[in-house]
């Protein structure tokens, strides 16, 4: 049975944080922004763990520094209008949205101004993004790529003709790696890189990376995989032939990584800006990698990620400076 379908997989609903108290709503959050300390607030200047609660403000001070601080400032939340429980309402949104969730709905569901859900989402993305795990895979990994934008328009309207409108996208490629989960054959971790081309020097830079030396590599017949022979013990699928070869040789867990990748784009994003690829491919890599988690523990998580994570230099008065984030993920990656 789809995994979604279980009883195991709602443990969390809309309705349970509904009945929360603010004050279990404020102890869920502060467990996950300080699990260290089982949830008692940590001083973010000094690291302090004795603190006076200001009760009226919802505020802490560090008895050693006198630093003031809340339960969001200093992480990616910092200064975020929104109260504690719409926190952990959008973080359960996008739980249970297992092929992503646009601007648009979160702003329906919750009420917001559509930038303010299309920074949070943003700002989610960042978190996953920056707290990747990336340790170096062994087994069996599976490498493929796959191509983004650099179609023009069909020129039916005027403006679209070519006179007007000869600028494609830019064409990048998705390359993925996906480790197999050696108990049931299904994703067990996966790493995405965007790169200009499906070029041997770029995949042999981010193989190297992050797979180690003499691990399985399955890839298709392109040409750009053959020089990874030299490093990892690599099995090949002609997909002229068939989806897998006479050994059982696949990539389907990159076939499944790339396939959702299309539904969150078009049935979500709708324009994918390509400075934005490398993190939207990420949400849907970690997606996958949690696809049999309950939705509690994935709202958790994603919450206790961006409640670790420092304050956002790319998404920090974005709207204020309307230019839109100088440095990407992207570019910061790069
Ligand atoms: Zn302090």
Known sequence: MNFLLTSAAK???????????????????????????????????????????????SQYRCKRCGHTFSLTSGTLFHSSKLSLRTILQIGLLWANAAKGKSALEIRRDIGLNHKSSFVILHKLREALFKNRDVTPMTGSVEADGMHVGGAIRHANLAVDRPEQNTKPTPRLCVIALCQRNPAHGG?????????????????????????????????????????????????????????????????????????????????????????????????????????????????????GKALRTGRSESWRGYWRAKAGPDVGPLQAAA
């Open 187 to 303: 994703a067990l971790r996966t790493l995405v890189r965007v790169v200009e081309t499906e070029r041997a020097a770029a995949i042999i830079d981010f193989v190297g990376e992050h797979v180690v030396q003499g691990a399985t590599v399955y890839a298709d017949e392109h040409a750009g995989y053959d020089r990874l022979a030299a490093w990892f013990d690599l099995r090949r699928v002609n997909h002229k032939r068939g989806y897998r070869g006479d050994g059982g040789e696949n990539i389907n867990l990159c076939e499944n990584l790339f396939s959702r990748f299309r539904r969150l784009q078009f049935g979500q994003i709708h324009k994918v800006e390509p400075r934005y690829l490398e993190v939207y491919a990420n949400e849907i890599a970690y997606r996958i990698d949690t696809c049999r988690w309950d939705n509690k523990r994935i709202t958790s998580d994603i919450l």
């Open 11 to 57: 443990t969390f609903s809309l309705t349970a944080i509904a009945e929360m108290s603010d004050e279990q709503v404020e102890e869920l959050l502060k467990s996950l922004r300080w699990p260290e300390t089982e949830g008692r607030p940590v001083c973010p200047e000094c690291g302090c763990d004795a603190v006076y609660v200001l009760k009226t403000r």
